[in-house]
């Protein structure tokens, strides 16, 4: 596929002022500011959605060993307002435009995100522009912001497998900046100043230090001319000096991590060149190749040498990493994984990778690419990756400098790099008592007496942000049919990519389907069918799929995906391997023995004992949703139980059907019926559908985490709300207001005004028979009163007093813009459809949701949470230290920042 060809546009680029030439081909421009600004803009209408990505070329290894949190912290910070826009008012048009942003600081750079309608690019870029020049770092802010930063630091230091990396990077790379994480510490933070936020955000965050992506339903050449207008006059600044990493190899250590994880991990690790090498190209090929399931590493599980394996390349412009992996069972040495390990690797390095696993590798690069145009994310993806990380002009570059890459290539990067006098080991060994990190605390904004946010207005600029938006229109597929076995078949024709995609779903309940005693049969089972037919083995299937460069997956969700002339090929393989398993003795053993000392792993992990001990509590003795598999029942089941279930729960009339991509419908009913018109069910349908519950009881239970600082707090309650009602889109709406992103209720109140959280969600868990509410954060035990207190008077507020008018319209605008983003990819069109078929609701069901939604009033939303939502008897889950007592309550509306 090409991306781009080269098109110079001299009068555009002389009406404009531009210092480099645009290109455009394909929907692309690509443009460099006087100032320097970067400007890659893409077209893609497959839904009325613009991704926009501004990354800054500067992360954490800009900032000095004594402070290495400084680049994330500053990324906090530009959500908190500028001297042009306050925080309260970013909120506001956050809120109004459905609250797609996000930010990510990573070692070399910091990438900001926005997903949003094509009518509010202009505001979106009048943002990033602002925030590019007018920060404000305000030093009250910066308190508050500290708190919830702190408690990110926290969560994270809270999980063994985080602390594991960073005792890994620190061994691989000491050094180098590359050795501290670039999350940042607590007393780091704590010594953090505005002034010194304020030095690095001048330092760096210069438009010539910085790149622009804007993907998505837009014209280009307009679009650029926004960009010209939002950024044009913000002036270059001559930048710090970048420090040179020389390629240092340390020398080979062992280390041990302690992780209270099911199964056990050895990681080796190299380092390696960084992706504006010339070897990068090469090296992400030898990873692809040798974590390639037919490859001396992949098959160690097929004879239960490995509980799984991995091995990746991954890095920035200037620094890379080499790293294999294989998992063991809990309570096993690991000297004889680690010894498979590393005599594949030795062997690899002294005999070189097979030719034919290289150009496995290269074909499913390549063809993987032309996927990247079904989806609007990928899309950005695809340029973001190939331009800000790898440094080149564009996707189709990247895809021919892999196509370059020989066999000989890799074998030399794998001999000179995979070496066993420069590998850093380590062993991430399951423990039963891991003692908390001593992280130093941190206290937030310790007051209640923020008052509510009122009215706030907005700039002219952004005053278009407010307007209400028409209801959007869910497409209806071009068919929907089902086929004699009781199939049913979606197809929904697009042709922009020569590419076809096909999803399927067995509807299959294991609690409810599997027989007594034989709990953990559901798993096996779709374990086994990865393993082949009678006439092919798992290799062999494997090998077929390299051979055309399609992907297939099997289980009770199956598909594939290829290009428009391999589709036949591959159908018949899916169809051949999801219905006609082999179920092999041999294999059956192997993975019967690999389910039950994981499953044995997971029994005996904290996490796990806490979660069905909530459970335990919740629901009716002998509920289905109670049962489990255990190490016993796994072994017990045989080849006999396995068919049985295969033939009892994967069946036709239990099964949906997608094909979305570059056909049309009746060329897919065909090739459907063709490979799928064979398959019959016999016997009755299995019952699927959980029965209704009793009245759950209010709980509460807390337990200690192995090695945890901070507390998961979740809090829970039966709702009668279920799929397709009315009134549950109603709550949905409601809970918006209470928990979407930066903007809601929640977080407003837990983070932006106190800091005693990094993140707050609520959620609603509905089906045909039952129903849960949750709100869940993780705080410090200190906090946890104080936030639980909060919390419950946030809800009481939404059922005592209806939201304003204007809170409402903001809401519900971000609703009705942001609900076409689920047409942005057609892997996210093909679930949505897929569920909706699988739950027996009409495929319309997203039309009459927004109507719902649209019509709904401040009065609907308080009524149906004082109906549904019971603040003081929510059960109480609490996975870390024990808290102290809660605080007082709050008066309701206290602390509500809605306003008007």
Do not use: C
């Not at 995100?113 to 007018?134: K, S, T």
């Not at 497409?475 to 995609?501: D, F, K, W």
């Not at 729960?649 to 009913?669: C, F, L, Q, S």
């Not at 009481?796 to 942001?818: C, F, N």
């Amino acid at each position: 596929m090409r991306w781009i060809k080269t098109l110079k546009i001299g009068l555009f680029l002389a009406a404009t002022g531009f210092a480099s030439p645009a290109l455009a081909e394909d929907g692309v421009v690509q443009a460099t500011l006087p100032n320097g600004l970067r400007v890659v803009i893409v077209r893609d209408a497959l839904a009325p959605m613009v991704a926009t990505r501004l990354v800054y070329l500067a992360g954490s290894t800009a900032a000095s060993a004594d402070f290495p949190g400084t680049a994330h912290a500053l990324e906090h910070m530009m959500f908190r307002g500028t001297s042009t826009l306050n925080n309260d008012q970013l909120s506001r048009i956050f809120q109004a435009t459905g609250s797609r942003a996000n930010a990510f600081t990573a070692y070399e750079q910091t990438q900001y995100v926005f997903d949003i309608a094509p009518v509010d690019l202009g505001v979106m870029l009048h943002i990033e522009a602002d925030r590019m020049q007018n920060l404000s770092l305000d030093p009250a802010q910066w308190a508050r912001e500290r708190g919830a930063i702190e408690q990110e630091v926290s969560r994270d230091r809270s999980s063994s497998v985080m602390r594991a990396k960073e005792q890994f990077d620190e061994a691989l790379f000491k050094g180098t900046p590359f050795a501290w994480s670039a999350l940042g510490t607590r007393q780091s933070f704590d010594a953090t100043t505005p002034e010194r936020l304020r030095q690095f955000y001048q330092a760096w965050y210069a438009p010539n230090n910085a790149i622009l992506f804007v993907v998505g339903d837009v014209q280009p050449k307009a679009t650029l001319k926004l960009v010209q207008q939002a950024f044009g006059t913000i002036p270059s600044r001559p930048l710090p000096a970048r420090p040179t990493l020389p390629l240092t190899q340390p020398a080979a250590r062992t280390l041990t991590a302690p992780t209270d994880a099911a199964v056990g991990r050895i990681t080796i690790g190299w380092r390696v060149p960084g992706l504006h090498q010339s070897d990068a190209p090469a090296l992400a090929i030898l990873a692809d190749a040798i974590s390639n399931s037919r490859s001396k590493l992949g098959v160690l599980g097929l004879d239960g040498k490995s509980l799984g394996t991995s091995f990746f390349y991954a890095g920035t412009a200037n620094n890379a990493a080499l790293t294999a992996s294989i998992s063991f069972p809990r309570g096993q040495d690991p000297a004889s994984y680690q010894a498979n390990l590393n005599a594949v690797l030795a062997e690899y390095r002294a005999r070189g990778i097979p030719a034919d696993l290289v150009e496995a590798a290269k074909r499913a690069r390549l063809k993987g690419a032309e996927f990247e145009r079904n989806s609007i994310a990928g899309l950005t993806y695809a340029w973001t990756m190939a331009v800000a990380e790898w440094g080149v002009s564009s996707p189709d570059a990247l895809t021919k400098a892999y196509a370059s890459v020989t066999p000989e290539q890799v074998n030399a990067l794998a001999a000179r790099y995979l070496d066993p006098d420069h590998a850093i080991t380590q062993i991430s060994l399951p423990q039963g008592n891991i003692p908390p990190t001593q992280d130093k605390g941190f206290g937030g904004a310790e007051s209640f007496g923020d008052k509510p946010v009122g009215a706030v207005p907005l700039p002219d600029w952004a005053q278009s942000v407010l307007t209400m938006p028409p209801a959007p229109q869910w497409p209806l597929p071009r068919s929907v049919s089902t086929l004699p076995n009781g199939l049913r078949l979606i197809v929904r024709p697009y042709h922009a990519s020569h590419t076809i995609q096909v999803f399927g779903m067995v509807r299959i309940n294991p609690a409810l389907e599997e027989p007594a005693g034989k709990d953990g049969v559901a798993s096996l089972t779709s374990q086994l069918l990865l393993y082949g037919t009678p006439e092919h083995d798992r290799l062999s299937i494997v090998k077929r799929s390299d051979d055309i460069g399609s992907s297939v997956w099997i289980g009770s969700t199956f598909g594939a995906a290829a290009q428009t002339q391999d589709f036949p090929a591959t159908l018949a393989l899916l169809a051949d391997t999801q219905l006609n398993p082999a179920f092999r003795e041999a294999d059956l053993a192997t993975v019967r023995e690999k389910l039950a000392v994981a499953r044995q792993g997971l029994l005996q992990t904290p996490n796990h004992m806490f979660q069905r001990a909530a459970l335990e509590r919740l629901l009716p003795p002998n509920d289905p949703q109670l049962r489990q598999a255990t190490p016993q029942t796994i072994r017990s089941v045989n080849r006999d139980d396995v068919t049985a279930f295969f033939q009892k729960a994967y069946r036709p009339d239990m099964t949906v059907i997608e094909v979305i991509g570059d056909i049309e419908p009746d060329a897919a009913k065909t090739a459907v019926m063709a490979a799928f018109g064979n398959w019959h069910a016999s016997g009755p349908k299995p019952d699927v559908i959980f029965p209704p519950l009793p009245d759950i009881p209010t709980v509460s239970l807390q337990m200690d985490g192995e090695g945890r600082t901070q507390d998961m707090v979740e809090f829970l309650q039966p709702v009668g709300l279920r799929l397709g009602q009315p009134d549950t889109m109603v709550f949905s709406l409601g809970n918006q207001i209470l928990s979407l992103g930066f903007p809601s209720r929640f977080y407003q109140a837990l983070r932006v005004k106190t800091g005693y959280v990094y993140g707050v969600r609520s959620a609603t868990s509905v089906d045909e028979t039952r129903g849960t509410f949750q709100v869940s954060f993780g705080a410090d035990p200190a906090k946890v009163p104080l936030a639980e207190t909060l919390t419950r008077s946030l809800l009481k507020d939404m059922q005592t007093t209806p939201v304003s008018t204007a809170e409402l319209a903001r809401v519900k605008g971000g609703y009705l813009r942001t609900q076409p983003f689920g047409t942005a990819s057609l892997n996210s069109i093909a679930n949505r459809d897929l569920f909706l078929i699988s739950h027996d609701l009409p495929l319309d069901q997203p039309n009459r949701d927004i109507s719902t939604v649209a019509a709904a009033t401040p009065e609907q939303i308080r009524a149906v949470f004082e109906r549904e939502v019971h603040p003081d008897a929510l059960s109480t889950f609490i996975y870390g230290p024990k808290p102290p007592e809660p605080a007082p309550a709050i008066a309701a509306g206290q602390t509500t920042p809605h306003g008007q």
